[in-house]
């Protein structure tokens, strides 16, 4: 295949060579577009010299009838700009066309187009970014990353670049199988459940979200509609192929989900439902009574994945969660087993950086026919393009 790599100016710019060298070792043709502040970080020579091919950095270099930002965007299967600094992602978002890599941009169609986000974590958390990123998700922009970890500017948080062998591994499977799941519905359930105490008061967890959302953008990548229940959480969707039903306690997640399962081809529940509510909810905030402690009283929430299990027609794909402390692999596979599951994704709260709130995971996914496929810690991305890739393979 053909590729395009963008580089614009942040430090990250250091690993392109080394992108292009995979992509190049992986039998593509390469050729790099670079902004003039990229080239303070990374040579031409350098570039040029890894791509085998002349360097894209100058809008008017050539003869006047060339316009090489065209010519270059009809020989490019798929541009990838890595590292994307706020700026050109920025830039993307406004159709702002003043340097040859944002004039390339706007000339390429944005579903061709796959951005690894590289800045400073306040950058990066800054509303202008997410929702220039947004939108540019809305036009099939895909993204991978940033991840977390130490950066730059000697501080430490979400902003590294992807690994180049993540975003290579990435091309290939854009490149590969642009829609397997294209015609599907498929359920994800994520975040946290709220039940209530009172009118201030609840019962929650630390689920941010991440690991669901994660798998419904790399389902919707994967070319599925997906249906996403999510409990309480700040994150965002663009996806055009994905449709999120927000709720807050487990009893409406429940309604949700079995609402929506009979008409999908699988679920996938990562969600951290609560298992007990609070037996009465006061309309009104609960007063101190006096010294006296409070007893509440607790009753069981219903089990949406086991309720599934009990649902699922011949050709359906059920995946669960397993979020364990102890007997991890154990546990899991009994629930594999009780809950009538094709797969269970077993995460621990031992493994450091894996689980609730974090960027990244760790897990183990255990299948019904006894096959377990275990992953070091990675992005919650990229964990998620790998239980879609064995999803994916369940369907053949
Ligand atoms: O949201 P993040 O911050 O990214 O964190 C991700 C995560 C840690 C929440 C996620 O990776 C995870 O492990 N989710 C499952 C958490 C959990 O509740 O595990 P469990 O072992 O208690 O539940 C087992 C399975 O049954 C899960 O698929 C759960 O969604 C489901 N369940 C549980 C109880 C219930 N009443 N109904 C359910 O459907």
């Given at each position: 295949m053909r590729i395009i790599v963008g580089i614009t100016?942040?430090?990250?710019?250091?690993?392109a060579p080394e992108l292009v060298r995979l992509l190049v070792k992986a039998g593509h043709e390469v050729r790099c577009a670079a902004t003039p502040h990229a080239l303070e970080f990374v040579t031409r020579t350098t570039l040029e010299t890894v791509s085998a091919n002349p360097l894209y950095c100058d809008l008017f270099r050539g003869n006047a009838t060339e316009t090489e930002h065209i010519s270059l965007k009809d020989w490019g299967e798929m541009l990838v700009i890595a590292p994307a600094t706020a700026n050109i992602i920025g830039k993307m978002a406004s159709g702002i066309a003043d340097e040859p890599l944002s004039t390339l941009l706007l000339a390429m169609p944005p579903q061709r187009v796959l951005m690894a986000p590289a800045m400073n974590s306040q950058m990066w958390a800054h509303p202008a970014v997410q929702r220039n990123l947004a939108t540019l998700r809305t036009w099939g922009v895909r993204t991978i990353g940033p991840d977390d970890g130490d950066l730059a500017c000697g501080s430490s948080g979400t902003g590294r670049m992807a690994q180049p062998e993540a975003i290579a591994r990435q091309v290939a499977s854009l490149l590969q199988q642009p829609h397997p799941l294209q015609g599907e519905r498929w359920l994800v359930t994520a975040g946290p459940t709220y039940e209530r105490i009172d009118s201030v008061r609840f019962i929650g967890n630390y689920s941010s979200g991440k690991m669901g959302f994660a798998l419904a953008e790399a389902l919707a990548e994967a070319g599925a509609d997906v249906e996403l229940v999510a409990g309480p959480s700040a994150l965002r969707t663009a996806h055009p192929r994905i449709h999120r039903t927000d709720v807050e306690s487990a009893r409406q997640m429940y309604t949700a989900a079995t609402e929506a399962f009979p008409a999908c081809r699988g679920a996938i529940l990562s969600a951290a439902v609560a298992d007990y509510r609070p037996e009465t909810c006061a309309d009104h905030k609960l007063k101190k009574q006096g010294d006296q402690g409070l007893t509440l009283s607790l009753v069981q929430n219903p089990d949406i994945l086991a309720t599934l299990g009990t649902m699922k027609q011949a050709g359906q794909v059920l995946v669960g969660f397993a979020l364990e402390t102890d007997n991890e692999l154990q546990n899991a596979e009994s629930k594999l087993h009780r809950k009538n599951l094709d797969y269970i994704v077993m995460n621990s709260?031992?493994?450091?950086?894996?689980?609730?709130?974090?960027d990244t995971n760790k897990v183990t996914l255990l299948a019904a026919d006894g096959q377990r496929t275990a992953t070091p810690l990675l992005s919650k991305q990229e964990v998620a393009r790998i239980i879609v890739e064995t999803v994916t393979r369940h369907k053949e």
């Open positions: 100016g942040g430090i990250a710019a250091y690993k709260l031992r493994d450091t950086s894996a689980g609730f709130g974090v």
